[in-house]
């Protein structure tokens, strides 16, 4: 019997033990969010809310605001229809509670058990909610939850259920991109928050639960079942009776559309890119948009406002297809010491909100021969071969699968120079060069700067861009800022750093440089490429008096040989690397680039011509190849030879069409102006 009354006593010690071991930890985490509650910024959400994120450039000047921040409106200027519906729907003891609610706990508890430990939200009230959307992330997590607790009791301590009222439904969330009642109101109903019916009042209130699913734009018959269901939680509250509720219910939902957006930035493209990019960074859309922070970015206004300029002039990009489908373009300039991001344009055409920009996102292009400085010659320069090394350029056959290139003009040279094959973007060089070299010595070089091939488009065809991979302007204009950066490759972005209403600093860009390749032999790259410019295949596009280094790039449609799916062109200086791209947004037999209207480099050479005399106009620390082989007497090309002879012809031909079509543009757009066309 005692040896039983031992062991009764011992387990009492252990649950004893072990109740109080739960005891201390609640007792510490407890004084843990305690703190961090107290410690938090709950004094300034407010003016948080009613401040709007402002955007600096990289001289620290405001170019204006990036936001899609709601009108902000006092409780006053908000009609009881919708104050009752919200109440009745998110939190009826709102004014009663102290800031949570144990009943919504208790149920999320229950509701964590049913579903084994997966936390389902639901049970806060609209307290937490506030603390949630303004100072914590959305991820569900116990510490979440209890932080949101915590959070929500110092604000109610703060705070008036007015101020919190008025708050949370100047921050809510209504779909469509709008965010508070009063830009919700104009949305859906054409009208201020104010003067909403009771069945309109109940319609937003209930787009809370699930903006996508409930708005009427959208969903008009979840929105009205949903509407109704909220009628009657506002019965069952005791905020209206039932036959003001079926009343309401036997009303139409009108929808008329009065917001207007109030950006109030001139550059959209280039702050819906630093958007994405905070995203990236781990900053919510919710908080870069709603926090009222100050973001620091790259931005060169004058190299934006050129940028933009030229993307103004209808006559300089190719003509629109037979249907009317306007063809695409986007350009991108970075500053290659620093990797960022000077300007942006991503995409033709009216701006839609963070929408496909064309500069930073597509895929599934082919980047033509641009890909040739990066896998092809420069690996070659690595293994011992030099700008003025003869490569053969007789028509053959490569590797196990017999890959067969052919030159675009259809001209064959016995041999010829590195630098006379890169700036005339000479197809079967490149790819005999690639060879000799080894596959994977060009994939690996490639690799480094940044580009990674998928398995599919590992072969021979990659080095004259025969592709699949995700290739960007973006990325192009970083892997060339190595040539301009004396062989290192920066991390483009947008961000500098961005700071909170507080001051602290909430992301910081700590990227760097890496050398991924010698000066010696960016500089014997940056000489070949200068020749691309000088004599090569963008003479057309070269910016009348600078000096300017690069490569071209096209791909063919299959059906023809006079049409092209893709254009591309990146060019630099020490300055600058911009890297412009055109195309149709899907190609097809009946959008392609055929060759009318402008091209790449008309568009490239005149956004040029507007960026470089802006820039502070650094010489290259080398000549154009083909002088220094003429000046060592290693050129062998002479000046009469047929392959140089064809090429001249056709440069003189292309560059006189590109004049002639510029100074025609011009005149049909001047004209179309004075019709307001």
Known sequence: MWHWLGRIQRRFQLVRWFILLVLTLVLALSAYFT????????????????????????????????????????????????QNAVISTEDRTFYSNLGFDIKGILRSVVNLIIHRGVITGGGSTLTQQLAKNTLLTQKQSFARKAQEIFLAVQINKVYSKKDILTMYLNNAYFGNGVWGVEDASKRYFGKSASELTAGEGATLAAMLRSPSFYNPIDHMDHAI?????VLDLEVEAGHMTQADANAAKKTTLTLRNTYQSDNGNKYPDYFDAVISEAIKDGVSENDILNKGYKVYTT?????????????????????????GTQAQAASIAVDPKTGGVLAVVGARGKHVYRGLNYATSMSGRSPGSTLKPLMVYTPAL???????????????????????????????????????ALANSVNVPAVWTLNKIGLQTGINSLAKFGINLNKSDQNLAAALGGTSTKITPEMLARAYSTFANGGKLPETHFIRKIVDATGTVVYQDNSENKTIISKSVAKEMTSMMIGTFNYGS?????????????????????WTNAGQKDEWIVGYTPDVVVASWTGFAYTNKTHYLTGAGGTVKTFFKDEMEGILPNTA???????????????????????????????NVQDSVEKGVESAKTTIGGWVDGIKSMFGN
């Open 35 to 82: 703190y961090q509650a107290k410690t938090a910024n709950v004094e300034n959400i407010k003016s948080s809310l009613q401040t709007k994120t402002t955007l600096y450039d990289e001289d620290n000047k405001r170019p204006g605001h990036c936001t899609r921040k709601s009108t902000y409106v006092e409780l006053d200027k908000i009609s009881p229809n919708v």
């Open 225 to 229: 079942s949903r509407r109704n269901l």
């Open 299 to 323: 931005l060169n206004q004058t190299y934006q406002q050129k940028m933009d300029n030229t993307f103004q002039k209808s006559w300089l990009f190719p003509a629109n297809a037979a249907d």
């Open 382 to 420: 690595e293994s011992g071969m030099h700008y003025d090394s003869e490569l053969s350029d007789e028509q053959q056959s490569f590797g196990k699968d017999n890959y067969t290139p052919t030159n675009v003009n259809g001209v064959y040279q016995k041999s010829m120079p590195m630098y006379q």
């Open 538 to 558: 963008a003479m057309s596009g070269k910016p009348s008096g600078f000096t300017v280094a690069g490569k071209t790039g096209t791909s063919q449609v299959s």
């Open 617 to 647: 106009q650094t010489s290259f620390n080398t000549s154009d190849a083909q002088s220094i082989a003429r000046s060592t007497g290693t050129d062998n090309t002479g000046s009469s030879g047929d392959g140089d002879v064809w090429q």
